[in-house]
């Protein structure tokens, strides 16, 4: 599979497995994780509230029986999502990655995210837990999810780190990142920008977008594949290039993703080891110009 540098410095398949539903699986985590691992996926995504926690569980479990594989994967966690708030404070910040690394049975992780933007956050406090977990070398590489330009700019007045990722929406319907881009000075509601050019700013700092829900419609409104009643064209659209490359649609939407030169890494969310691969075989489709344009138009935006 293709790789990705992560934030330009790590090296990581161009597809990785989210581990959100690991726990709801009908097959077993040998089944699906071997085969994320045949399809040359060797990223794997989490969060300290994903099932409670048990899906960090499961994973330890598998890894605990895999002992020499954890130098073979790269393990991203994320952590600051409390009950009723968010929670960037130091203490908060170790006591979830001590956590973590319990429940995955590791004693670090590769990567740690911060999940949602934290209003309260005081920077100085984040960057003594960064500086804590590195230098323990429990965690190796940092970075944010769902942040815009500025939140990364607070962040980093204290945080000595790079920050390496953001994990943002993005899919053929949900494609606020490009959408206001292409719609700069337009009097229409495509133009109005609700990221603070996240999609620019990533690339000239040279930050990874992770695509999260990337085969999602609305805020987890279910996945848009095969949806014809709501995304007649759009899928219409999919089934004629995915004959055109002989594929499934749901590979040429994965493409559709993968095709920008932001170089994302995209996050699948799916536990079905068949959709597992013919999602990672998105990574060796290669998207000319203008079926990306038309597999966008399909998907109800338009081009001033």
């Known amino acids: 599979m293709k790789q990705r540098l992560l934030g330009g410095q790590l090296p990581v398949s161009a597809v990785a497995m989210g581990c959100m539903r690991l726990t709801d699986a009908k097959e077993t985590p040998d089944r699906i994780i071997g085969t994320a691992l045949d399809c040359g996926i060797d990223f794997f995504d989490h969060a300290d509230i994903y099932g409670g926690g048990r899906c960090e569980e499961v994973f330890g479990d598998w890894l605990a029986a895999h002992p020499s594989m954890r130098d073979k994967i790269t393990i991203q966690t994320k952590c600051g999502i409390r009950k009723g708030c ?15 690394l319990r429940r995955l049975k590791t004693d670090h992780v590769d990567v740690l995210l911060m999940h949602r933007p934290d209003t309260l956050m005081e920077p100085e406090d984040v960057a003594v837990a960064f500086d804590e977990l590195e230098n323990a070398g429990k965690v190796r590489f940092f970075g944010v999810s769902n942040h815009n330009p500025m939140q990364i700019e607070l962040l ?5 780190q790079p920050i390496v990722a953001d994990q943002l929406q993005f ?20 133009s109005v920008m609700h990221d603070g050019s996240a999609l620019e700013y990533l690339r000239i700092k040279r930050i990874t977008i992770q695509t999260w829900s990337p085969f999602q419609g609305g805020f ?20 004629q290039l995915g004959e055109q490359y002989g594929v499934p649609p749901i590979t040429i939407a994965a493409a559709w993703v993968l095709r920008h030169p932001a170089n994302m890494q995209l996050i699948s969310g799916s536990v079905s080891p068949d959709r597992m691969r013919n999602i990672a075989a998105g990574a060796d489709v290669a998207l000319t110009r203008e079926d990306w344009y038309a597999l966008y138009l399909a998907a109800g935006f338009r081009l001033p």
Request: glycine share 8%; proline share 5%.
């Open 171 to 190: 899919s053929l319907p949900e494609s606020g990142l490009v959408t206001s881009g292409l719609n700069v000075n337009m009097k229409n509601s495509e």
């Open 156 to 160: 980093k007045t204290a945080v000595k």
């Open 220 to 239: 987890f409104e279910g996945p848009f594949v095969g949806d014809n009643e709501k995304y007649p064209a759009l899928n219409r659209a999919l089934e």
């Open 86 to 100: 968010y929670d960037f404070s130091k203490e908060h910040i170790l006591s979830a990655v001590e956590g973590s």
